[in-house]
């Protein structure tokens, strides 16, 4: 499990993790650093404010041909796209400027930081809340297309496939749809839109309102795909390979980024 629900909102584990190590490290911090409160809160809340962007920035730098395609991308921030590693040298960075006055102190404000981000890594690699994809591989399941023709997904074996779980009343899951619908323009990729419990003409009012075209937009009236995904809530994606088997699980609103890194450069 990557995400949990509240109500219509998805919210994503590993960031509730990294809540929990900011509020270990801001106790921890208060108690053995001290320092005066105001000079705590300037270190503190400027280290959060430079993983944050260090983070933000390293994983930018390092996906910068899917960025220079939407570089207004950068600025949504509430999507995917934080490298660790450069969000703690940022950290640890802003630690020694702050402190530089203070040895004893900056050295266990940096003791304290990388135990802080090496207990984040340790929750988010052991998904102690589970781990591990729903799926093994195509699900045997028979859905119809908006022409009213049945579509057995087992059948679309042969290229890799995108299947995404979506709805018209899901905003993260319309953001997303321009995205999916070019990455069913590559070659060797199958990108399966299935709508989750809406009418038929709610569902082709929208495609045909926004110009979006998919070889298989499909309903799932009943939600099955939600019950064999283990689903939280929507958007949810999985990549399989062109056997069929399960890859790759995303639950909340896909990046560019995250596409090409499942689908390569083609």
């Known amino acids: 499990m990557d995400a949990i629900a509240l109500g219509p909102v998805l919210i994503s584990l ?18 053995l650093l001290r320092l005066p409160r105001r000079e705590h809160a300037r270190w503190f809340n400027g280290l ?15 996906n910068l041909d899917a960025y220079a395609a939407a570089p207004l991308d950068i600025l949504k921030l509430w999507q995917p796209g934080y490298h660790g590693l450069w969000g703690l040298l940022a950290a640890l960075g802003w630690s020694a400027w702050a402190l530089r006055a203070r040895l004893w102190r900056l050295l266990g404000a940096m003791a304290l930081t990388l135990a802080a981000s090496g207990l984040w890594l340790a929750v988010v ?21 908006l022409d009213g023709e049945t579509v057995d997904l087992r059948e679309l074996r042969g290229e890799r496939v995108v299947l995404n779980l ?34 038929l003409l709610q569902v082709i009012r929208y495609l045909d309102d926004q110009g979006l075209e998919f070889r298989y937009p499909l309903l799932d009236p009943r939600q099955e795909l939600m019950v064999l995904t283990e689903s939280p809530g929507l958007p949810t994606t999985l990549l399989f390979d062109a056997e069929g088997q399960a890859l790759e699980r995303h639950v909340g609103e896909l990046t560019r980024a995250q596409l090409d890194a499942w689908l390569g450069d083609d």
Not at 14 to 31: E, F
Not at 48 to 62: D, F, K, M
Not at 125 to 145: K, V
């Open 125 to 145: 690699t052991l998904q102690p809340f589970g781990a591990g994809l729903p799926l093994d591989e195509l699900p045997d399941l028979t859905l119809e297309n």
């Open 166 to 199: 979506w709805a018209t009343w899901c905003p993260p899951c319309l953001r997303e749809m321009p995205l999916l619908a070019e990455a069913d323009e590559r070659e060797g990729v199958t990108v399966v839109v299935a709508n989750q419990g809406e009418e």
């Open 14 to 31: 590993p960031r509730l993790y990294a809540l929990a190590a900011a509020l270990l490290l801001l106790a921890a911090s208060t108690w």
């Open 48 to 62: 959060l404010l430079a993983w944050l962007l260090g983070a933000r920035l390293g994983h930018v730098a390092l």
